[in-house]
């Protein structure tokens, strides 16, 4: 998956991992003025339900896997 700079509303509806091969992110949480940067080589999970703005200033490309919906227990 791959996007250009810009900034970018999103709402995971399922835990993400992902891997970035190239770009750079800085991600707002909405409602908090706090924020993550990460970048080319880095692995990331995203949780679920988690709503924020992507604010992309270099175009990412990354590998993605979304948590399986479902789940068993032991």
């Known amino acids: 998956w791959g996007c250009s700079p810009g900034k970018f509303q999103l709402k995971f509806d399922a835990e993400e991992t992902c891997y970035l091969l190239?770009?750079?992110?800085?991600?707002?949480?909405?409602?908090s003025s706090d924020w993550v940067e990460f970048g080319a080589g880095d692995l990331v999970t995203i949780p679920k339900g988690l709503s924020c703005t992507w604010d992309v200033s270099v175009a990412v490309d990354k590998y993605y896997k979304f948590e399986s919906t479902s789940s068993s227990s032991s």
């Not at 190239?22 to 409602?31: D, E, L, N, S, T």
């Open 22 to 31: 190239k770009g750079k992110v800085k991600v707002y949480p909405k409602g």
